[in-house]
């Protein structure tokens, strides 16, 4: 049997002395708790730009789906059912240093024919944490994967019914969920987590959102059915339009800002720019 060392792993994975941990190991208790894992895959990928993270139990992930239920196939049985999983998202932090990265990787790690530059350099950072069979990694891009229930769960968002988005306390919606790695060999937390509560949400907030949301999904299920001609541009104001209207005034600076929201909606993609001529050879 491959014993799995975790604090091994933690060393040599996020680089670090874990002080932490040290009295623990010095006392030859070999147990690892959960927080102390969060507390370091939070170390390891805040300077990639992912500061948003939050832990949750498999079980209690599973049990909302039940056998019958149409989306059955969004349980994940391939890990212990008491075993740690940790949702990753970021805020608009993110897009300076994935321009970095561009601006460095381009034609190098980052291949230059890859259609999704960003979505590559998520995988490729969060995939340095995982290990085979011991800690793995699954993507927002698996569409089975219900990850806002996930984030919900774990107490990073809300999940607004109105709108279909997910709501930080802080970020308000200006929030993307990335993925969930699991630690197979660590027990999640035995006791549920507090939910989390958006206080910032006004009954005005709320009429004016679904009001947008009902307008945007109105234009995009017109347009992009058989025979319309979808506008991105257009679809794009439109869903945003929803964003705004749950963002609070504090939260205004919170927004993404130009690029990334092109980006973010399938305007413009070419990030060509960042790199100079040579590179582009």
């Known amino acids: 049997t491959i014993q799995f060392n975790l604090f091994l792993y933690l060393s040599k994975r996020f680089g670090v002395h874990i002080y932490h941990l040290k009295d623990r190991v010095e006392s030859k208790q070999t ?53 740690l999983c940790v949702v990753i998202g970021n ?25 999704n530059p960003l979505d590559f ?39 607004h019914d109105a709108t279909h988005m997910s709501v930080n306390r802080k970020y308000g919606p200006w929030i993307s969920l990335r993925a969930v790695v699991i630690f197979h060999n660590v027990k999640g937390p035995e006791t549920p987590l507090p939910m989390h509560e958006v206080p910032s949400l006004t009954s005005e907030m709320e009429r004016e959102s679904k009001d947008a949301f009902e307008e945007a999904a109105e234009y995009y299920n017109k347009r992009s059915g058989e025979g319309g001609t979808l506008d991105k541009s257009k679809s794009a104001e439109l869903w945003i ?41």
């Not at 690892?32 to 939070?42: C, S």
């Not at 805020?91 to 259609?115: A, D, N, S, V």
């Not at 793995?136 to 769960?153: N, R, V």
């Not at 209207?245 to 973010?264: G, I, N, P, V, W």
């Open 241 to 281: 339009k929803v964003r705004d209207c749950l963002t609070s005034e504090a939260q205004k600076e919170f927004r993404y800002d130009e690029r990334q929201m092109k980006y973010h909606y399938d305007i413009d993609r070419n990030l060509e720019h960042l790199v100079s001529p040579e590179s582009q050879v």
């Open 31 to 83: 147990m690892v708790k959960w927080h102390d894992v969060i507390e370091n895959v939070k170390f390891a990928l805040k300077t990639d730009g992912f500061d948003l993270v939050a832990p949750f139990r498999l079980d209690r992930y599973n049990a909302l789906f039940s056998e019958n239920d149409d989306a059955s196939n969004s349980k994940i049985t391939d890990a212990p059912q008491d075993c």
């Open 121 to 159: 350099y998520v995988k490729k950072k969060i995939d340095s944490i995982c290990i085979a069979d011991f800690v793995t990694a699954k993507y927002q891009t698996d569409s089975s994967l219900a990850i806002q229930k996930m984030a919900k769960l774990s107490g990073m968002a809300i999940f």
């Open 91 to 115: 805020t608009k932090r993110l897009w300076p240093i994935f321009e970095e990265y561009y601006k460095t990787e381009y034609g190098k790690e980052l291949p230059k024919e890859e259609p």
